[in-house]
């Protein structure tokens, strides 16, 4: 819809998550964010329209605070858009209608942080009014902040008309890459779910045993799994609390006919140090007061070998402890072979804070299928759970 859309002369409020993280001097760190919401404003202006951004950045606690505040995102979004940034000191009040009404076609008037409103997070009705009285039309292209029943995410989207609210390109991309996991996938489908523990991703587990072909596990979870199944793992991460839990998804596995792959050899540590002494376990034991810390070669080509007969594939969640050069092994083998399969026929969906930064410190990117943006909201709609601000338009339209 979005880009059928002429937005020439229309005042169009944009939610991006410019939740950048930001250096001691203010100074952007990553400016990835910013980019990623770069179409969906060029388009608004070079229609002719004046973009109005708002943004949440951080987590005040209560009211401003200058290190949280948005201004410190003018000058690189002037750089990045090349338009003219003005920036206002507050999200709503009489000042900024007044600098709205001023905004010229091509401009940006860029929002104080959101969050210096507690009315934000609370979902507040009025907030989101006082927000929505400022534009003609609504543009969510926040898929980061999508998982939130937020004022300016969801509940803003009922003061506008069925045509004039709209995802924008951002959100677009992350919504209909998600489908290609969830609707009707190319199978084989395989999911490969990593990272420390099993509780915050047992849901997401849960929820893909009724749609994958394959589930891969890899990292911290992996020993929960395996202890449910009487290995002795020394010390690596567990969740004692999970083991029954484990057990059940691996029964549920077997009923619907999900072969699910946990490692069968560790690189396993003396410490949780860069500097420990290693060494790679004959099968899934790893010997008392040891940990493992990555997947072992046995692991990495037996999770290879799945990957390379699969034709979708989710990746969420690292094999190890990828950020020391010693445990990242797991982790950059299967991320190289997620990008030389969708060079070939394989589409790859990556997400997840973790992955998405092991694979940016690969220099892989580029060569995967989509890196999604969002983790705690794509984690949510993996769950199979609705996104309130997804929800908020699509019902709708
Ligand atoms: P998560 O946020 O749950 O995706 O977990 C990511 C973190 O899990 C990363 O910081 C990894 O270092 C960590 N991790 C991965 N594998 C292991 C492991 N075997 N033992 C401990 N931590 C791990």
New binding site residues.
Partial sequence: MFSKINFSGKKVLIRVDFNVPLNEDFSIADDTRIRAALPTIQKVLEDGGSAILMSHLGRPKEGPEEKFSLKHLTQRIEQLTKAKVIFAEDCIGLPVRQMVKELAPGQILLLENLRFHKEEKEGEEKFSKQLAHLADIYVNDAFGTAHRAHASTSIIAKHFTPENKMFGLLMEAEISNLKKVTAEPVRPLTAII????IS??IEVVENLLDTVDHLII??????TFLKAQGYNIGN??VEEDKLATALEALKIAATNQVQLHLPTD?IAADN?SETARTQITIDQNVPADW?????GPKTIANYQAVLQQSKTILW?????????EQ?KTG?LSIANTIAEVSQQEAYSLIG????VAAINQFGLADQVSYVSTG?GAMLQYLEGKDLPGVVAIEDEQ
């Fill in positions: 990593g990272g420390a523990k915050s991703k890899g990292g911290g979870m992996a020993f690596s991460l560790s949780f940990m493992g810390l990555d997947i969420n969640g690292p094999m190890g402890v990828f950020e020391m445990f982790t997840g804070g973790d992955s983790g």
